[in-house]
């Protein structure tokens, strides 16, 4: 009764009609209970329900707009019942797809693979080799200049300066020898003698990460030496962090080791850290991570492999219409695989080895998913491949007086050929579709920048779209279509189990 | 180079490492412009990226929860694509199914549809007339006890009473007979007379709000006419609004004329008013309800009709699994249907023939989307009906000591009936499915009446969800489903061209 009751109980206890004085309405108290004479109680019938001048609240007079808040379920609800259909829909056409077995990867691959994963990071010590000569070298030149100058507030003379450049370059030849020999042997190595792709990507992105923390580490002691060279006895031209641990102190296998593990591809002699380990959340983080990588792949050999395999047909014929149906269908599937795997790779697994390595910066990421423009979405969503290209590719050239957008254009080149490496070599089609998606993502930049500083709701609702169309809905779908289709182009179906399908098009 | 720049910008002044007191970042500065002293400039690579400990915004440690309006967008994207999608694919399997023709409708539908759409305002008419003879005969009554007390404050005699009540009961009769003939008749010819479904919803429909307009007008002049016999001089028990317009001066015909067309269900000799017509008002509501009933039209004619069609044989043969992916697929398009509908009844009509009418209480729904409990939802979807319940169902049954349980069940009965009246009758097969789709609420209203109250914010989304779930994801297409299976195991596909589907069961 108390709903019923309650627009009574909400109506205003006066009236107003045609802008004249408020009276008092009588009934209201009527229909509250039933303790009132009988005589009034009589005329329920004659209550004036429709007392005063109101607006339906969808309407553009409304005094304020209704909250949405049930749409947004609704959206929510038919999103996961459309799904669980199609779900249906896919079992009922394929079955279940999903096994267990792993014998398509060949020995061959494994071999290649486990060899890699121990190689790469050795290359890794042989930078701490060459930095540990360099620091030699310096502290050599150091113990030269204390000798002539002495007590005296040192000045670097043209003389130390020479001394200082000549111990820099072969320095930088041998590290550029050292990393470069590296990321081109795994490079190599996946794209001639591992088959596989999961395990190329896997190993190429192992070989990638380690030499963007080779040249983080050479470039970052150079600095360091430089900085210890022109001995600034404050030490003011350095982070005040790292006072704890002055260079060269810091060249041991320890502080390399913990870079190493270490959750961000920038070094630093000393990191803020945390003082205890929750083993809980590390649980929770390592659960999180495996249930995800297990749905990550349940979508794609259940929903995304069938899919693509249909769509070779319609690729091959060039059939415009059916190819987009394609691309439109692929991109849910594409959509969880991405959320999924970046909260599976960005907060389980990068959380839960912080939390192992005590490292107290968490932040590996923005709130990507709110961008209006393209460029804060690259900004925000990599965090630690971010930070790499602002302090060692963006920030150096700025120094060194390029113009920001010559800046931009070649740290999105530099981006561009690790995405192909990342992808074109595992899926041994260095299409450029990677490299190309990268560079392409500078104009949209430019174009999404207007909706940066738009003040209006709309404008950033419009950006934070151009942001998802251009980003998930089409470019993931249609990358992984042409890899796909590049894959069946040159290898057909050896490696799987004859489909129909794709048998027809061979 | 603004955006890459930003962190620098807003990284903090100073840093605080595991509670030590805060430092200041003396690279900052550094890292802004290129006007610094080249010494400074060149340690670019040792800038501490890492220099304080933070929080991934994801984790439940992290201080603020960040926005997901985002994500909304994303939904809301994945739901337009994903159906864009399935337009695509309708599109390729059915071609274009809409046609303007509308032969299928036989000349008798037609004939008996224009004649009931003048019978049965009649009849509200007929209730006129019956109202003008009661209110004579309660003037004379008036004009006996005016002669017999003259201008001593009256009390009702006895016998006063008694004249009273013999006027009541024929007059009551004589209005049921009136009002219930015409619906009764209705009802006749939309089940035996006109076969077309459409036709029949329209002409039950009119039927039906006539019938509920008779009701309230006599029962509210009832209790008028009650109020005038009783003769309090200071009107207190009337609402104040009706002064303008005393007992019996309301019984002509513009007021009963404005009573039929304006958009509400209950008879109040004044209404509150607007002075002025907005014909640009007008004229956008008419477009809006046009172009929404032809966006229900296609939808249903295009996507729900070939949906109901391929179900046939899966209804026929019990498979649930099949069923399920059915009324699942149809969901999202019954929901389309629903809303637009809404919006083009509720919206756009009323508010335009409120406009037109200078009616000026346009609340002619809540906000109902929001509704955490389903009971919130019945009192806010539909005003119109909820005010008619309300004033001469749901409050003359609690005056008269009925308890609000049982109030609130005879209620939703009643409703149920008009229901299985208006969607039993023009579908030919009254399956009780409407009608205990309606008194099926009342657990619902129960079960969901838990989040009500509840404070928290995920008890009132479970609520909606629940509200959802029942009503548009599951009843609304299950209801659709066998009302369809029904008409087409009675008439076959007799009124549409051939269909492989539906001629394979037959």
Redesign the interface.
């Known amino acids: 009764?108390s709903?019923?009751n309650?627009?009574?109980g909400s109506a205003p206890e006066s009236?107003s009609?045609?802008g004249g004085p408020p009276?008092?309405?009588?009934?209201t108290s009527n229909?509250r209970g039933?303790t009132k004479a009988r005589?009034?109680?009589?005329?329920?019938?004659?209550?004036?329900?429709?007392?005063?001048?109101?607006?339906?609240?969808?309407?553009h007079d409304a005094e304020a707009t209704?909250?949405?808040?049930?749409?947004?379920?609704?959206?929510?609800?038919?999103?996961v019942?459309?799904?669980?259909?199609l779900m249906?829909?896919n079992l009922?056409k394929y079955g279940i797809l999903i096994t267990l077995s792993g014998s398509s990867i060949s020995s061959n691959d494994w071999r290649w693979g486990v060899f890699l994963y121990f190689l790469t990071p050795c290359h890794l010590f042989g930078a701490y080799v060459i930095e540990l000569l360099a620091a030699k070298a310096a502290n050599d030149v150091r113990g030269k200049e204390k000798k002539n100058a002495d007590a005296i507030d040192h000045i670097i003379t043209e003389q130390d300066k020479k001394n200082l450049f000549s111990t820099w370059k072969p320095i930088a030849i041998i590290h550029a020898i050292n990393a470069t020999t590296m990321l081109v042997f795994a490079t190599w190595v996946v794209y001639y003698e591992i088959h596989n792709p999961g395990i190329g990507v896997l190993t190429q992105l192992h070989s990638v990460v380690v030499w963007l923390k080779v040249c983080?580490y050479a470039?970052?002691n150079?600095?360091?030496r430089?900085?210890m060279l022109?001995n600034d006895p404050s030490g003011?031209?350095?982070?005040?962090?790292?006072k704890t641990c002055p260079y060269p102190s810091n060249i041991t296998v320890g502080n390399l080791s913990y870079f190493w593990w270490a959750p961000?591809l920038?070094y630093?002699p000393v990191?803020?850290?945390?003082?205890t380990r929750r083993w809980d959340f590390i649980l929770k983080r390592t659960a999180e991570f495996f249930l995800l990588s297990a749905l990550i792949w349940i979508t794609s050999a259940q929903y995304a492999v069938p899919l693509l395999r249909n769509s070779l047909t319609d690729i091959s014929s060039l059939n415009f219409?059916?190819i987009?149906?394609r691309v439109?269908?692929l991109?849910?599937i594409s959509?969880v695989c991405w959320l999924a795997g970046f909260?599976a790779l960005?907060?389980s697994f990068?959380?839960g080895l912080a939390e192992i390595m005590c490292?107290?910066?968490?932040?590996?990421?923005?709130?990507?998913?709110?961008?209006s423009?393209v460029?804060?979405y690259w900004?925000s969503w990599n965090k630690p491949v971010t930070?790499f290209m602002?302090?060692?590719i963006?920030?150096?050239m700025?120094?060194r007086?390029v113009p920001?957008?010559v800046?931009?254009i070649l740290t999105f080149l530099f981006s561009g050929i690790l995405h192909e490496l990342l992808i074109g070599v595992p899926t041994h089609n260095i299409l450029g579709f990677a490299f190309f998606g990268m560079v392409g993502q500078l104009p949209l930049i430019f174009l999404t920048d207007v909706f940066?500083d738009a003040k209006g709701h709309n404008a950033k609702?419009v950006g934070?779209?151009i942001f998802?169309?251009s980003f998930?809905?089409f470019g993931q779908p249609i990358a992984a279509i042409a890899y796909f289709f590049a894959w069946h182009a040159k290898y057909g179906t050896e490696t799987r189990p004859a489909w129909p399908t794709a048998k027809a098009i061979m």
């Open positions: 009764m709903t019923l309650q627009s009574h009236i009609i045609n009276q008092p309405l009588h009934q229909e039933g005589s009034s109680k009589k005329y329920k019938h004659t209550f004036a329900i429709h007392a005063e001048a109101k607006t339906s609240c969808l309407s209704p909250s949405f808040l049930g749409f947004r379920n609704l959206m929510g609800l038919v999103l019942v459309s799904n669980l259909r249906i829909e009922k983080s470039l970052t150079r600095d360091l430089h900085a022109s003011a031209d350095l982070p005040a962090l790292y961000t920038v630093q990191y803020p850290m945390n003082k219409v059916n987009l149906e439109l269908k991109s849910t959509l909260f960005f907060q990068m959380n490292f107290a910066d968490r932040e590996f990421y923005g709130d990507w998913w709110n961008s423009t460029r804060s900004t930070h602002k302090r060692h963006y920030a150096p700025i120094g007086g920001p957008i800046a931009q940066k609702l934070n779209l998802w169309l998930c809905v």
